[in-house]
T-cell receptor, first 111, second 115 residues
Framework: QKEVEQNSGPLSVPEGAIASLNCTYS??????FFWYRQYSGKSPELIMS????GDKEDGRFTAQLNKASQYVSLLIRDSQPSDSATYLC???????????FGDGTTLTVKP | GAVVSQHPSRVICKSGTSVKIECRSL??????MFWYRQFPKQSLMLMAT?????????EQGVEKDKFLINHASLTLSTLTVTSAHPEDSSFYIC???????????FGPGTRLTVT
């Protein structure tokens, strides 16, 4: 079992809709969680980090963390075609060592 | 945000030659750098973790004698692919993390093609 699990998708939403991306993790000691966006042929780009239970909002993005249930989610409001990419969930590990990445969820936003 | 550069962005080399890829953190000191490899439409695969001034820690299955990593300063790490073969053709990406945070910042990647 992978330590960080994501639905591979693909996830398709119409422009303007809310895209919901989910991630579960197995290491109960993990304290830090991240969402990265990777466009095709490019390297990942950090878009959100979250450390505490609850929601964290940044523009159209909201990250949600529930440590009791060991899941992290990313909501993208008012989705745009430019949001079409693969979204990677990662944690920093109990000892803040190397991060463990999920395999990513591919999102397509249709105009 | 933190900026990480990689050089070269693209390289083509002949089988049997060696290629060096540089990764630099431009506006922060990177105590830890990571090297990843990604094949088309596949997940990121961590190759090794390097801490400044220490030997790199390689993931299982990654040949340390083939992929030489040097993290000589707080802003520079290098990956040398020795005696490259066509199966080493891939997208190599570095990332860097500072001592003050847990986020990783990725370089733009190096696309290696071995002919």
């Amino acid at each position: 079992q992978k330590e960080v699990e994501q639905n591979s998708g693909p996830l398709s939403v119409p422009e303007g809709a809310i895209a919901s991306l989910n991630c579960t993790y197995s290491d109960r000691g993990s304290q830090s969680f991240f969402w990265y966006r990777q466009y095709s042929g490019k390297s990942p780009e950090l878009i959100m980090s979250i450390y505490s239970n609850g929601d964290k909002e940044d523009g159209r993005f909201t990250a949600q963390l529930n440590k009791a249930s060991q899941y992290v989610s990313l909501l993208i409001r008012d989705s745009q075609p430019s949001d079409s990419a693969t979204y990677l969930c990662a944690d920093a590990g109990a000892n803040a060592g190397k991060s463990t990445f999920g395999d990513g969820t591919t999102l397509t936003v249709k105009p | 945000g933190a900026v990480v550069s990689q050089h070269p962005s693209r390289v083509i080399c002949k089988s049997g030659t060696s290629v060096k890829i540089e990764c630099r953190s431009l506006d922060f000191q990177a105590t830890t750098m990571f090297w990843y490899r990604q094949f088309p439409k596949q997940s990121l695969m961590l190759m090794a973790t390097s801490n400044e001034g220490s030997k790199a820690t390689y993931e299982q299955g990654v040949e340390k004698d083939k992929f030489l990593i040097n993290h000589a300063s707080l802003t520079l790490s290098t990956l040398t692919v020795t005696s490259a073969h066509p199966e080493d053709s891939s997208f190599y990406i570095c990332s860097a993390r500072s001592s003050t945070g847990f986020e990783q910042y990725f370089g733009p990647g190096t696309r290696l093609t071995v002919t």
